[in-house]
């Protein structure tokens, strides 16, 4: 731990004294996958992560990929040259929109129809003959597939589906096809927008 004694020293001020006089390896684990951050143009933050994988090779049954490219299903993608960093969940959202059947479907530029809400009042009634026959059609569905495949991908690369995805979830016992016909918009929008990502770019002084 590290204890600086300027206590009114502005908190990205620490962070820049953090970062010019300290050597840092922040390691991410998950279950067993590792991902180190690493300044390898440092020469003495190498000569310590590579003494630090040279004692992961002695402890453990370890294989060394290199540059990180993806993770747990994400990608990773860098511009080295314009400090940027690209993350998406690309193989993901293919594999949604094969399975739904909508890679190549019609275009759509927002998650969902502008003041829409879902409400309960949307199940139907079983005891109504159209109640029955759309609760029979829902059981065909892949409702619940779907809300799954694209909170993943809200939660990771695609926070601007955040709301529909949550209000979705809310109805998964509770199903009605204007809530079906809800993700399959949203599913038509992230194809729409299957490129983007989360980008973080290098920090410029302001």
Known sequence: MFVFDDTQEKESQRHD?????????????????LTARVELDCPETKELYDKFVRNMFKEFVVEDRGILDSMLGYKIDYDKERG??????????MELLERTGLD??????TPAEVGIKPHAKWSPDPETDAGKKEIAWLKEQDYASRVGSTSWLSRGSRPETAWTTGMLARFLTKQSKRCYDMTTRLIRYLSTTRDRGLCTGARREV
């Open 104 to 109: 190549e479907c019609g275009t759509k530029r």
């Open 17 to 33: 004294r953090f970062d010019k006089e300290y050597i840092q390896i922040a390691l991410v684990v998950y279950v067993d996958d």
């Open 84 to 93: 940027i960093l690209k993350m998406t969940q690309k193989g993901c959202l």
